[in-house]
C-alpha cells in the first residue's frame, strides 16, 4: 500500500492508523500521536515518521487535516510535534472571520437570498422568507422593548413599585408587585366566554401568575439572586439577537468565510497532489449534490486521474464541517479516457466521524480489485490488520424525556441554555461509538482483540467541546497527556460500555509495544533502521512552555 512497494510476503500485519474529527480539539490525537512518535524514534533512530510504519493512515474532518500534513511528500511534510505547533501557531488564522457582518449586510444577503430561492409555491422557502422579514421588522423593536425591561422605571402608584424604582428593578419587577391577585371561583359555570376571559387575565396578570408560581416551588421571585438573574439574561438576549453577526451566522452564513482554512492549507500543502503522498491516505467526504459519500484514497488516485485532486482541495473539502465553513467546490479532468468530474464537498464527519471502518473497507476494496498487498491477507481477515484509533474527546450530554418533550427545531439544533447542539452531538456521538461497537466486536469475534486499540476520552469536560474555541488548546493537550496514563479502555461487546481492560496497562504502554511491533514489521519486510545516535536510547519528553491564550473569535 506504501509507494515503496515490495512484493507480497507470508505472514505480518496491515497497520492502519484512524484519525476522528473534531475541530481544535484535533490536539488530543496530536499529542497522542508525537508520543508515538517519539517512541518509534527511540527504537529505530531519530529521523522515523509516523507516515514510515503505517499502510494506510485515515483521518475524516481535523484527522484529515492531520493525515495529509503526516504523508504530504518532503519525507513527510510535518512531524507530529509540528502538527501540534501548526494547531498552536494557526488555529486563530484558521477560525477567523476578517470582515464584520453590519445590519446593512444582513439585510441585503436576506434580500438577496430572497430574489435568488424564493419560490411562491415552495412552503419551506416561503417559510425561510416570512421568518427573515420578521426578523428585519422585529429589529428595530427589540432593542426598546428590553431595554425597558431592564432599566426603564414605571409609574409609583404603590410603595412596592417605588422601592423597585429606588432600586433599579425596571418594569417587570414592577408589573409583577402590582399585579392584583387572581379571581377566585365560586362555583360559577363555565361559559363560552370563559376561555376568553381566562386569556385575556393571563396575559393581563402573567406577573402575579408567575409570582404565584414561583412560590409553589419555594422561589421568591422579588429576591436579589432571581432579579440579577433576569437582567443577566434579558441583556445576554439582547446582545445576541441584536448582533448582526450572530443572526448572519443563524440565518445566512457559515459561522467562519473559511479563508483562513484555505491559505493554512494552500500555504502547507501547495500543488501536492493526492497520488503523491508517502503512504497510502484514506479521506472520506460527502458530495451534497450527488448526495452520497466520496472517499478520496492514494490508491484510487493512482489508478483514476478524475480522483487525484490536490491534496488542498481534499483537505479542505474534508474540514468544510456544515455551519462552521462554506462547502468546497472544485473540478477533476482525465484525458485517458476523457472524464470530468465535479465534486461539491463537505465534511465527511456527517456519515463516519470516527473513520475505521472507511479504513477497513478501504483494504478490502483493495483486495476485491485484485490491487498488490504488502501482507497476504484476506477479505474480512482481521487478525492481519492492527489498528490504532485515536478520538478527539467526547463531551457526554445527556437530557430527560421531561426535559426535550417540547423542544422545537430551534433547541434541538442548538441549545442556548448549554450552549451544545444537541442533535449534532448526539448524531456524531452514536454514529463514532456504533463504529467502535462494530470494530471491537468484529475483532473480539476472531480472537484479535489487541490488535485494534481505542484511545478516546469518554467525559470531555463540555466547557472543552466547541470546535472553534482557540481559547482552550492548553487544556486540550492536557487531555491528551492524561490519556497516555489512563488505563486501555475498549468497547464492551455485552454491555457496549466503553470500559477500562483488566490487565492491558496503561495507553503509554501499549503505545509503546505497539512502537515496537511497527518496527518489527518494517524491519521484517526489509527495511534498514537507521543509526541510534546517543540521544536516541531514552525518550525525552520537554515540557511544553505555557502560550499566551488567543483571542477567541466567538460569535456571541
Not at 402608584?157 to 425596571?170: F, K
Not at 466503553?498 to 512502537?515: H, M, S
Not at 543509526?531 to 466567538?554: C, F, G, Y
Amino acid at each position: 500500500m506504501a509507494p515503496a512497494a515490495t512484493n507480497k510476503q507470508q505472514g505480518g500485519e496491515l497497520r492502519i492508523l484512524c484519525i476522528d474529527g473534531g475541530g481544535i480539539r484535533g490536539l488530543i490525537p496530536a499529542k497522542i500521536l508525537d508520543f508515538l512518535e517519539a517512541e518509534l524514534q527511540r527504537i529505530d533512530g531519530s529521523t522515523a515518521r509516523l507516515a514510515d510504519y503505517f499502510d494506510c493512515i485515515v483521518g475524516t474532518s481535523t484527522g484529515a487535516l492531520i493525515t495529509t500534513m503526516l504523508a504530504a511528500p518532503n519525507k513527510p511534510l510535518c512531524t507530529a510535534k509540528e502538527i501540534i505547533d501548526l494547531y498552536l501557531e494557526e488555529a486563530a488564522t484558521i477560525f477567523r472571520n476578517d470582515h464584520k457582518a453590519t445590519w446593512v449586510q444582513v439585510v441585503l444577503e436576506a434580500v438577496l437570498l430572497f430574489i435568488k430561492y424564493y419560490d411562491g409555491s415552495n412552503e419551506i422557502l416561503r417559510s425561510l422568507h416570512d421568518m427573515l422579514a420578521l426578523g428585519s421588522a422585529l429589529e428595530p423593536l427589540l432593542r426598546p422593548i428590553i431595554d425597558a425591561l431592564i432599566h426603564a422605571k414605571g409609574p409609583s402608584s404603590t410603595p412596592a413599585a417605588a422601592a423597585a424604582n429606588d432600586n433599579g428593578g425596571g418594569l417587570l419587577q414592577i408589573a409583577v408587585l402590582e399585579a392584583p391577585p387572581p379571581p377566585v371561583s365560586h362555583g360559577v359555570e363555565p361559559n363560552e366566554e370563559a376561555p376568553a376571559a381566562v386569556e385575556d387575565y393571563i396575559q393581563e396578570h402573567a406577573g402575579a401568575i408567575l409570582q404565584a408560581l414561583c412560590h409553589s416551588q419555594g422561589l421568591a421571585l422579588d429576591s436579589p439572586p432571581l432579579q440579577e438573574g433576569i437582567k443577566e439574561f434579558a441583556e445576554g438576549l439582547r446582545k445576541m439577537l441584536l448582533n448582526p453577526d450572530f443572526v448572519r451566522y443563524l440565518l445566512l452564513r457559515p459561522k467562519y468565510d473559511g479563508e483562513g482554512l484555505r491559505k493554512v492549507v494552500i500555504g502547507k500543502l501547495g500543488n501536492h497532489r493526492l497520488q503523491e503522498t508517502v503512504t497510502n491516505v484514506v479521506v472520506p467526504t460527502f458530495d451534497i449534490k450527488r448526495n452520497q459519500p466520496v472517499v478520496f484514497s492514494t490508491s484510487t488516485a493512482r489508478q483514476d486521474r478524475v480522483m487525484d485532486p490536490c491534496l488542498s482541495d481534499v483537505c479542505i473539502a474534508a474540514t468544510a464541517a456544515p455551519t462552521y465553513f462554506p462547502a468546497h467546490k472544485f473540478n477533476t479532468i482525465s484525458f485517458g479516457p476523457l472524464n470530468f468530474q465535479e465534486f461539491n464537498l463537505i465534511d465527511g464527519g456527517v456519515f463516519a466521524n470516527n473513520p475505521t471502518t472507511v479504513a477497513m473497507n478501504e483494504v478490502w476494496r483493495m483486495i476485491d480489485r485484485g490491487e498488490e498487498l504488502l501482507v497476504e491477507v484476506s477479505a474480512m481477515d482481521c487478525s492481519k490488520l492492527r489498528i490504532l484509533s485515536i478520538g478527539t474527546g467526547v463531551v457526554n450530554h445527556s437530557y430527560t424525556a421531561d426535559e426535550c418533550n417540547w423542544w422545537g427545531l430551534l433547541p434541538w439544533v442548538c441549545n442556548f441554555r448549554n450552549k451544545t447542539l444537541p442533535l449534532i452531538d448526539m448524531l456524531t456521538y452514536s454514529t463514532g461509538s456504533l463504529v467502535d461497537y462494530n470494530v471491537a466486536l468484529l475483532f473480539k469475534s476472531q480472537r484479535c482483540e489487541d490488535n485494534y486499540l481505542r484511545i478516546q476520552e469518554g467525559h470531555l469536560d463540555p466547557s472543552l467541546g466547541a470546535m472553534d474555541d482557540t481559547s482552550s488548546m492548553e487544556e486540550l493537550l492536557e487531555i491528551g497527556e492524561n490519556l497516555l496514563e489512563r488505563q486501555v479502555y475498549r468497547t464492551d461487546c455485552e454491555t457496549r460500555k466503553y470500559q477500562p481492560v483488566k490487565g492491558a496497562g496503561t495507553n503509554k504502554e501499549a503505545l509503546t509495544k505497539l512502537a515496537r511491533q511497527l518496527v518489527a514489521e518494517r524491519r521484517r519486510r526489509g527495511a534498514t533502521p537507521t543509526a541510534l545516535s546517543a540521544t536516541d536510547n531514552t525518550t525525552v519528553v520537554e515540557p511544553r512552555p505555557k502560550r499566551p491564550k488567543p483571542t477567541t473569535n466567538v460569535v456571541q
